[in-house]
């Protein structure tokens, strides 16, 4: 079973420029996340999707940070404009669903902001 | 959401087991307890997840309070491979909130 596909793996950009991170979740897993996770912290949620509807974004910086997942399937996270504070992991996850449904996560995305 | 408290850390010798304690006192009826851990570059895996009682699978023990308000996750013979940051999440209806975990070091 292919595991959660995430792109690019690293990104360097300067501060006030834009940047998207795509997400390929295992297939039928109709549950999708999108984390933050700065160096040293745990993973933040960002973004909950149940299919292609948002079930949670209430972390979700809504003024600069914005995410789609076309058709309930791939998903992409945008940036813009980027800020210092951006540089970080972004994980992408998906579940089956349900109450027990574990969590699979991608290898994510590094950001850089200079 | 319900949340975990975790040790930063903790050290083991290669070969012994570990126990890594994860409190939960604000756990309701229907939280499921996961734990996921995390290598150097790379996303969260799963390890193991237990409602009610304790747990086994090739990876790790579960074992859970009675009155589930604390977990421990038992790696029985710690390798160096085991190295890593662990989590204790509760899981409810795809909800979930990762602490800081606990950084796992293990001594040769």
């Known amino acids: 079973e292919a595991g959660v596909a995430q792109s690019p793996r690293y990104k360097i950009i300067e501060k006030r420029q834009s940047v998207a991170f795509w997400c390929n979740p295992i297939s039928g897993h109709a549950t999708l996340y999108w984390y933050q996770q700065i160096l040293g912290q745990g993973p933040k949620l960002l973004i909950q999707?149940?299919?292609?509807?948002?079930?949670?974004d209430s972390q979700l910086p809504k003024d600069r940070f914005s995410a789609e997942r076309l058709k309930g399937v791939d998903s992409t996270l945008k940036i813009q404009p980027a800020k210092l504070e951006d540089s970080a992991v972004y994980l992408c996850?998906?579940?089956?669903?349900?109450?027990?449904?574990?969590?699979?996560f991608g290898e994510g995305s590094r950001l850089t902001v200079l | 959401d319900a949340k975990t408290t975790q040790p930063n850390s903790m050290e083991s010798n290669e070969e012994e087991p570990v126990h890594l304690p994860c409190n939960h006192s604000?756990?309701?009826?229907?939280?499921?307890i996961h734990w996921y851990r995390q290598l150097p570059s790379q996303g969260p895996e799963y390890v193991i997840h237990?409602?009610?009682s304790n747990v086994n699978n090739r990876m790790a023990s579960l074992a859970i309070a009675e009155d589930r308000k604390s977990s421990t996750l038992i790696l029985h013979r710690a390798t160096l491979r085991d190295a890593a940051v662990y989590y204790c999440i509760l899981l409810n209806a795809g909800k979930s909130t990762f602490g800081d975990g606990t950084t796992l070091t293990v001594k040769p």
């Open positions: 999707f149940q299919n292609n509807g948002v079930v949670d």
């Open positions: 604000t756990i309701s009826g229907t939280d499921y």
């Open positions: 237990g409602l009610t």
């Open positions: 996850a998906s579940s089956s669903g349900g109450r027990l449904g574990e969590l699979f």
